[in-house]
């Protein structure tokens, strides 16, 4: 046993309880994406969802940027 807790101390492993969000950087960046970037019109199609997380993505990826969406009354 003392083996396997080596093996886990120098691989960096430890354990998370069954639902942590606050833990799981997944969750934290999708909760994240939900409140500022993908719009209401986002979720209506695969498509538009997977579009509008690429660009999101793209633009965390780029740096600090405006991640406010130009509105129109059309």
């Known amino acids: ?39 209401p019109v986002d979720y209506l199609y695969t498509d538009a969802l997977l579009f509008a997380t690429n660009r999101a993505f793209k633009v965390i990826g780029s740096g600090p940027q405006n991640h406010f969406y130009p509105c129109s009354l059309v």
Do not use: A, C, D, Q
């Not at 080596?6 to 691989?11: A, K, L, Q, S, T």
């Not at 934290?28 to 409140?35: E, H, Q």
């Open 1 to 39: 046993m003392s083996k396997v807790i080596e093996v886990i101390y120098i691989r960096g492993l430890f354990f998370l309880p069954p639902y942590s969000p606050h833990l799981n950087i997944t969750e934290t960046l999708w909760r994240i994406l939900k409140w500022k970037w993908l719009r």
